[in-house]
Protein backbone atom coordinates (compact mmCIF):
# COMPACT_ATOMS: atom_id res chain seq x y z
CA UNK A 1 0.00 0.00 0.00
CA UNK A 2 1.37 3.50 -1.20
CA UNK A 3 0.70 5.58 2.16
CA UNK A 4 1.17 9.15 2.42
CA UNK A 5 1.83 10.55 5.88
CA UNK A 6 0.84 14.20 5.99
CA UNK A 7 2.22 16.21 9.18
CA UNK A 8 3.36 19.60 9.72
CA UNK A 9 6.53 18.57 11.79
CA UNK A 10 8.59 16.27 11.15
CA UNK A 11 12.81 15.93 11.80
CA UNK A 12 15.22 18.19 11.92
CA UNK A 13 11.79 20.38 12.43
CA UNK A 14 10.29 19.01 15.58
CA UNK A 15 8.86 21.05 18.46
CA UNK A 16 5.93 19.05 20.07
CA UNK A 17 4.55 15.51 20.89
CA UNK A 18 2.94 15.16 17.19
CA UNK A 19 6.11 15.24 15.41
CA UNK A 20 7.49 12.81 17.56
CA UNK A 21 4.68 10.92 16.71
CA UNK A 22 4.87 11.09 12.88
CA UNK A 23 8.89 10.15 13.17
CA UNK A 24 8.79 7.15 14.76
CA UNK A 25 5.57 5.90 13.10
CA UNK A 26 6.89 6.54 9.77
CA UNK A 27 10.12 4.45 10.51
CA UNK A 28 7.86 1.25 11.82
CA UNK A 29 5.59 1.64 9.11
CA UNK A 30 8.42 1.65 6.15
CA UNK A 31 8.31 -2.13 7.21
CA UNK A 32 4.77 -2.65 6.40
CA UNK A 33 3.64 -0.08 3.49
CA UNK A 34 5.38 2.16 0.96
CA UNK A 35 5.02 5.36 2.94
CA UNK A 36 6.19 8.59 1.83
CA UNK A 37 5.98 11.96 4.24
CA UNK A 38 4.42 15.57 3.15
CA UNK A 39 5.54 17.66 5.89
CA UNK A 40 6.52 21.76 5.95
CA UNK A 41 9.85 23.34 5.08
CA UNK A 42 12.46 23.06 1.87
CA UNK A 43 13.50 20.52 0.32
CA UNK A 44 13.41 16.83 0.44
CA UNK A 45 14.38 13.28 0.26
CA UNK A 46 13.74 9.81 -1.28
CA UNK A 47 10.84 9.60 1.07
CA UNK A 48 10.24 13.25 2.32
CA UNK A 49 8.56 15.94 0.62
CA UNK A 50 8.71 19.25 1.80
CA UNK A 51 5.93 22.17 1.31
CA UNK A 52 6.39 25.88 1.66
CA UNK A 53 3.57 28.47 2.18
CA UNK A 54 3.23 30.30 -0.32
CA UNK A 55 5.37 33.48 -0.92
CA UNK A 56 2.27 35.58 -2.06
CA UNK A 57 0.56 34.98 1.55
CA UNK A 58 4.04 35.90 3.71
CA UNK A 59 2.56 38.34 5.82
CA UNK A 60 -1.05 36.47 6.09
CA UNK A 61 -2.92 35.00 8.87
CA UNK A 62 -0.91 31.79 9.54
CA UNK A 63 -4.51 29.86 8.97
CA UNK A 64 -4.48 31.32 5.82
CA UNK A 65 -1.01 30.15 4.72
CA UNK A 66 -1.35 26.61 6.58
CA UNK A 67 -3.84 26.59 4.19
CA UNK A 68 -1.70 26.95 0.92
CA UNK A 69 0.56 24.52 1.98
CA UNK A 70 -2.61 21.78 2.41
CA UNK A 71 -3.07 22.93 -1.09
CA UNK A 72 0.20 22.06 -2.10
CA UNK A 73 0.17 18.75 -0.27
CA UNK A 74 -3.19 17.67 -1.63
CA UNK A 75 -1.51 18.44 -5.28
CA UNK A 76 1.30 15.68 -4.36
CA UNK A 77 -0.19 12.78 -3.23
CA UNK A 78 -2.23 11.95 -6.24
CA UNK A 79 -0.24 8.23 -6.59
CA UNK A 80 -0.96 6.94 -2.94
CA UNK A 81 -3.51 4.27 -1.92
CA UNK A 82 -4.21 5.99 1.17
CA UNK A 83 -3.52 9.33 2.99
CA UNK A 84 -2.79 9.69 6.61
CA UNK A 85 -3.01 13.51 8.76
CA UNK A 86 -1.85 14.90 11.66
CA UNK A 87 -3.30 17.83 13.51
CA UNK A 88 -5.22 20.66 11.61
CA UNK A 89 -2.08 21.81 10.03
CA UNK A 90 -2.30 18.93 8.09
CA UNK A 91 -5.78 17.46 8.14
CA UNK A 92 -7.66 19.46 5.31
CA UNK A 93 -4.69 18.58 2.92
CA UNK A 94 -5.82 14.51 3.73
CA UNK A 95 -9.78 15.67 3.42
CA UNK A 96 -8.82 17.43 0.14
CA UNK A 97 -7.13 14.75 -1.14
CA UNK A 98 -9.89 12.01 -0.27
CA UNK A 99 -12.26 14.04 -2.49
CA UNK A 100 -9.53 14.56 -5.81
CA UNK A 101 -8.56 11.54 -5.64
CA UNK A 102 -11.33 8.73 -4.15
CA UNK A 103 -8.96 7.44 -1.38
CA UNK A 104 -9.59 6.96 2.10
CA UNK A 105 -8.30 9.51 4.57
CA UNK A 106 -7.48 8.44 8.03
CA UNK A 107 -6.35 11.30 10.86
CA UNK A 108 -4.70 11.36 14.18
CA UNK A 109 -6.22 13.62 16.54
CA UNK A 110 -3.29 14.91 18.70
CA UNK A 111 -5.47 17.51 20.46
CA UNK A 112 -8.93 19.08 19.39
CA UNK A 113 -9.61 22.85 18.33
CA UNK A 114 -12.96 23.38 20.26
CA UNK A 115 -10.83 22.16 23.78
CA UNK A 116 -8.13 24.49 23.20
CA UNK A 117 -9.73 28.16 23.13
CA UNK A 118 -6.71 29.74 23.90
CA UNK A 119 -5.18 29.44 20.20
CA UNK A 120 -7.39 32.50 19.54
CA UNK A 121 -4.17 34.35 21.25
CA UNK A 122 -2.07 33.36 18.86
CA UNK A 123 -4.16 33.05 15.55
CA UNK A 124 -6.59 35.59 15.92
CA UNK A 125 -9.36 35.08 13.66
CA UNK A 126 -7.48 32.32 12.01
CA UNK A 127 -8.60 30.34 15.23
CA UNK A 128 -12.49 30.03 13.43
CA UNK A 129 -10.35 28.83 10.44
CA UNK A 130 -8.34 26.19 11.60
CA UNK A 131 -11.85 24.82 13.78
CA UNK A 132 -13.29 25.11 10.69
CA UNK A 133 -10.63 22.84 9.12
CA UNK A 134 -10.82 20.35 11.86
CA UNK A 135 -14.40 19.79 11.79
CA UNK A 136 -14.42 19.29 8.03
CA UNK A 137 -11.69 17.07 8.63
CA UNK A 138 -13.68 14.64 11.32
CA UNK A 139 -16.82 14.26 10.46
CA UNK A 140 -15.52 13.11 6.64
CA UNK A 141 -12.53 11.35 7.10
CA UNK A 142 -12.81 7.62 7.07
CA UNK A 143 -11.12 6.81 9.99
CA UNK A 144 -10.18 8.71 13.15
CA UNK A 145 -7.76 7.89 15.30
CA UNK A 146 -7.31 8.89 18.81
CA UNK A 147 -4.38 8.44 21.13
CA UNK A 148 -6.37 7.80 24.24
CA UNK A 149 -9.62 6.94 25.35
CA UNK A 150 -9.47 10.07 26.93
CA UNK A 151 -9.28 11.85 23.38
CA UNK A 152 -11.51 9.23 21.90
CA UNK A 153 -14.46 10.62 24.15
CA UNK A 154 -13.63 13.92 23.63
CA UNK A 155 -13.94 13.95 19.83
CA UNK A 156 -17.19 12.15 20.19
CA UNK A 157 -18.28 14.76 22.46
CA UNK A 158 -16.65 18.07 20.19
CA UNK A 159 -18.30 16.48 17.00
CA UNK A 160 -21.20 14.30 17.79
CA UNK A 161 -21.74 13.91 14.10
CA UNK A 162 -18.90 11.69 14.03
CA UNK A 163 -19.74 7.86 13.52
CA UNK A 164 -18.31 6.44 17.25
CA UNK A 165 -17.71 3.21 14.74
CA UNK A 166 -15.17 5.21 12.90
CA UNK A 167 -13.12 6.36 16.02
CA UNK A 168 -10.32 4.13 16.91
CA UNK A 169 -7.95 4.31 19.89
CA UNK A 170 -4.15 3.87 18.84
CA UNK A 171 -1.63 5.25 21.94
CA UNK A 172 1.26 6.70 21.21
CA UNK A 173 4.44 4.95 21.60
CA UNK A 174 8.12 5.37 22.78
CA UNK A 175 11.55 4.15 21.47
CA UNK A 176 12.60 2.45 24.72
CA UNK A 177 15.75 2.30 22.94
CA UNK A 178 16.60 5.95 22.30
CA UNK A 179 15.03 7.32 25.75
CA UNK A 180 16.88 4.75 28.19
CA UNK A 181 18.21 5.44 31.59
CA UNK A 182 21.64 7.28 31.07
CA UNK A 183 24.20 7.16 33.90
CA UNK A 184 26.11 9.98 31.95
CA UNK A 185 26.08 13.37 33.87
CA UNK A 186 28.00 15.56 31.11
CA UNK A 187 24.83 17.18 30.34
CA UNK A 188 23.90 18.61 34.34
CA UNK A 189 27.67 20.24 33.94
CA UNK A 190 27.18 22.12 30.30
CA UNK A 191 23.55 23.56 31.39
CA UNK A 192 24.55 24.74 35.20
CA UNK A 193 22.58 22.05 37.13
CA UNK A 194 24.36 21.35 40.78
CA UNK A 195 24.53 17.86 40.68
CA UNK A 196 24.22 17.79 44.35
CA UNK A 197 21.34 19.49 44.52
CA UNK A 198 17.85 17.11 43.55
CA UNK A 199 16.13 18.52 40.13
CA UNK A 200 12.82 18.90 39.22
CA UNK A 201 12.69 18.59 35.33
CA UNK A 202 9.86 20.16 33.02
CA UNK A 203 10.50 19.90 29.26
CA UNK A 204 7.65 21.59 26.76
CA UNK A 205 6.87 24.42 25.26
CA UNK A 206 5.84 28.06 26.65
CA UNK A 207 1.52 27.61 26.11
CA UNK A 208 -1.17 27.87 28.14
CA UNK A 209 -1.89 23.72 27.10
CA UNK A 210 1.46 23.25 29.52
CA UNK A 211 0.53 24.74 32.23
CA UNK A 212 3.65 26.52 32.51
CA UNK A 213 3.01 29.19 34.26
CA UNK A 214 0.73 26.84 36.85
CA UNK A 215 4.10 25.24 37.44
CA UNK A 216 5.85 28.40 38.55
CA UNK A 217 3.76 29.10 40.65
CA UNK A 218 3.61 25.91 42.52
CA UNK A 219 7.35 25.78 42.43
CA UNK A 220 7.30 28.54 45.47
CA UNK A 221 6.37 25.98 47.69
CA UNK A 222 9.35 23.37 47.08
CA UNK A 223 11.72 22.68 49.51
CA UNK A 224 14.63 25.07 49.48
CA UNK A 225 17.63 22.67 48.51
CA UNK A 226 15.51 21.77 45.25
CA UNK A 227 15.96 22.86 41.95
CA UNK A 228 13.51 23.50 39.10
CA UNK A 229 14.94 22.91 35.67
CA UNK A 230 12.66 24.17 32.60
CA UNK A 231 13.70 22.89 29.50
CA UNK A 232 10.78 25.63 27.48
CA UNK A 233 10.88 27.47 24.62
CA UNK A 234 8.65 28.17 21.44
CA UNK A 235 6.36 30.60 23.26
CA UNK A 236 2.63 30.67 21.47
CA UNK A 237 2.42 34.33 22.17
CA UNK A 238 4.26 37.66 23.11
CA UNK A 239 1.32 37.57 26.10
CA UNK A 240 2.36 34.27 27.25
CA UNK A 241 5.72 34.97 27.11
CA UNK A 242 6.05 37.97 28.56
CA UNK A 243 3.97 36.14 31.96
CA UNK A 244 6.30 33.40 31.51
CA UNK A 245 9.34 35.45 32.11
CA UNK A 246 7.88 37.72 34.84
CA UNK A 247 6.84 34.40 36.85
CA UNK A 248 10.22 33.01 35.75
CA UNK A 249 12.33 36.26 37.00
CA UNK A 250 9.71 36.29 40.11
CA UNK A 251 10.59 32.91 41.41
CA UNK A 252 14.48 33.12 40.62
CA UNK A 253 14.64 36.10 42.98
CA UNK A 254 12.99 33.78 45.59
CA UNK A 255 14.96 30.94 45.98
CA UNK A 256 18.36 29.57 43.64
CA UNK A 257 18.56 26.52 41.65
CA UNK A 258 16.52 28.05 39.28
CA UNK A 259 17.54 27.43 35.85
CA UNK A 260 15.88 27.99 32.34
CA UNK A 261 17.09 26.43 29.17
CA UNK A 262 15.26 27.90 26.54
CA UNK A 263 16.70 25.99 23.28
CA UNK A 264 15.59 22.56 21.37
CA UNK A 265 18.21 20.39 23.10
CA UNK A 266 19.78 17.30 21.34
CA UNK A 267 18.11 14.42 22.37
CA UNK A 268 20.90 12.48 24.20
CA UNK A 269 21.31 15.81 26.77
CA UNK A 270 17.44 15.64 27.08
CA UNK A 271 17.56 11.95 28.14
CA UNK A 272 20.26 12.77 30.34
CA UNK A 273 18.65 15.42 32.17
CA UNK A 274 15.44 12.85 32.35
CA UNK A 275 17.26 10.14 33.85
CA UNK A 276 19.21 12.10 36.76
CA UNK A 277 15.73 14.28 37.24
CA UNK A 278 14.44 13.32 41.25
CA UNK A 279 10.93 14.34 39.48
CA UNK A 280 9.65 15.25 36.28
CA UNK A 281 6.56 17.01 35.94
CA UNK A 282 4.06 17.78 33.51
CA UNK A 283 1.52 20.16 34.70
CA UNK A 284 -0.98 20.26 31.43
CA UNK A 285 -4.40 21.95 31.88
CA UNK A 286 -5.10 19.63 28.45
CA UNK A 287 -3.19 16.90 27.01
CA UNK A 288 -4.63 14.09 24.74
CA UNK A 289 -1.79 11.64 25.67
CA UNK A 290 1.46 13.48 26.43
CA UNK A 291 4.36 11.18 25.01
CA UNK A 292 7.06 13.38 27.17
CA UNK A 293 5.53 11.01 30.33
CA UNK A 294 6.33 7.89 28.27
CA UNK A 295 9.56 9.63 27.83
CA UNK A 296 10.11 10.14 31.54
CA UNK A 297 9.18 6.94 32.44
CA UNK A 298 11.28 5.09 29.86
CA UNK A 299 14.04 6.70 31.26
CA UNK A 300 13.32 5.48 34.54
CA UNK A 301 12.20 8.46 36.24
CA UNK A 302 8.85 9.22 38.44
CA UNK A 303 6.12 11.78 37.17
CA UNK A 304 3.73 13.81 38.84
CA UNK A 305 1.74 15.03 36.54
CA UNK A 306 -1.77 16.39 35.70
CA UNK A 307 -5.01 14.27 35.70
CA UNK A 308 -6.51 15.46 32.38
CA UNK A 309 -7.20 13.98 28.90
CA UNK A 310 -5.17 10.47 28.16
CA UNK A 311 -1.93 11.25 30.77
CA UNK A 312 -3.91 8.96 33.35
CA UNK A 313 -3.68 6.04 30.84
CA UNK A 314 -0.13 6.23 30.70
CA UNK A 315 1.05 7.71 34.19
CA UNK A 316 -0.40 5.14 37.01
CA UNK A 317 -0.27 5.34 40.87
CA UNK A 318 2.91 2.39 40.42
CA UNK A 319 5.12 5.20 38.38
CA UNK A 320 3.89 8.77 39.79
CA UNK A 321 1.25 10.87 41.31
CA UNK A 322 -1.65 12.50 39.71
CA UNK A 323 -2.81 15.80 40.42
CA UNK A 324 -6.31 17.19 39.60
CA UNK A 325 -7.15 20.12 37.60
CA UNK A 326 -9.95 22.33 37.53
CA UNK A 327 -9.96 25.68 36.14
CA UNK A 328 -12.12 27.31 38.00
CA UNK A 329 -9.51 26.69 41.13
CA UNK A 330 -6.19 27.24 39.93
CA UNK A 331 -4.53 28.09 43.22
CA UNK A 332 -5.66 24.79 44.33
CA UNK A 333 -4.01 22.81 41.39
CA UNK A 334 -1.10 24.57 42.16
CA UNK A 335 -1.18 24.04 45.97
CA UNK A 336 -1.44 20.48 45.44
CA UNK A 337 1.03 20.00 42.41
CA UNK A 338 3.40 21.83 44.49
CA UNK A 339 2.70 19.11 47.07
CA UNK A 340 3.15 16.61 45.25
CA UNK A 341 6.58 17.13 43.95
CA UNK A 342 7.62 17.75 47.50
CA UNK A 343 6.19 14.39 48.75
CA UNK A 344 8.31 12.35 45.96
CA UNK A 345 11.32 14.19 46.19
CA UNK A 346 11.74 14.19 50.15
CA UNK A 347 11.43 10.35 49.47
CA UNK A 348 14.09 9.40 46.94
CA UNK A 349 13.71 5.71 47.65
CA UNK A 350 9.52 5.87 46.89
CA UNK A 351 10.63 7.82 43.54
CA UNK A 352 13.16 5.31 42.71
CA UNK A 353 10.61 2.21 42.68
CA UNK A 354 7.65 4.55 40.31
CA UNK A 355 11.03 5.00 38.30
CA UNK A 356 11.61 1.54 37.83
CA UNK A 357 7.92 0.70 37.37
CA UNK A 358 7.67 3.33 34.75
CA UNK A 359 10.41 2.15 32.51
CA UNK A 360 8.87 -1.42 32.61
CA UNK A 361 5.52 -0.15 31.86
CA UNK A 362 6.94 2.04 28.61
CA UNK A 363 8.73 -1.15 27.81
CA UNK A 364 5.92 -3.40 28.31
CA UNK A 365 3.05 -1.52 26.58
CA UNK A 366 4.13 0.98 24.53
CA UNK A 367 6.49 0.08 21.63
CA UNK A 368 6.18 1.75 18.14
CA UNK A 369 6.22 -1.55 16.58
CA UNK A 370 3.02 -2.24 18.11
CA UNK A 371 1.73 0.73 17.30
CA UNK A 372 2.46 0.70 13.72
CA UNK A 373 0.92 -2.53 13.47
CA UNK A 374 -2.58 -1.25 14.83
CA UNK A 375 -2.23 1.68 12.47
CA UNK A 376 -1.53 -0.75 9.36
CA UNK A 377 -3.75 -3.11 10.06
CA UNK A 378 -6.64 0.33 10.34
CA UNK A 379 -5.19 0.99 7.39
CA UNK A 380 -6.43 -2.60 5.56
CA UNK A 381 -9.47 -1.85 6.87
CA UNK A 382 -10.31 0.92 5.90
CA UNK A 383 -9.58 0.35 2.18
CA UNK A 384 -11.04 -2.88 2.22
CA UNK A 385 -14.36 -0.80 2.50
CA UNK A 386 -14.20 1.77 0.78
Not at 198 to 208: A, C, K, Q, S
Request: hydrophobic share 45%.
Amino acid sequence: MKVGLLSREYPPDVYGGAGVHVEFLARELRALADVRVHCWGEGGSDTVTRHAAWPALADANDALRTFSVDLSMAAAVADRDLVHSHTWYANLAGHFAKLLYGIPHVMTSHSLEPLRPWKAEQLGGGYALSSWAERTAVEAADAVIAVSHGMRADILESYPAVDPDRVHVIHNGIDTELYRPDPDGDARERYGIDAGRPYVLFVGRITRQKGVPHLLRAARQLDPDVQLVLCAGAPDTPEIDREFRALFEELSRGRSGVQWIPEMLPRPDVVQLLTHAAVFVCPSVYEPLGIVNLEAMACGTAVVASAVGGIPEVVTEETGLLVPYDEKDPEGFESALGAALNTLVRDPGRATRMGAAGRARAVGEFGWDAVARRTADLYAAVSSAT
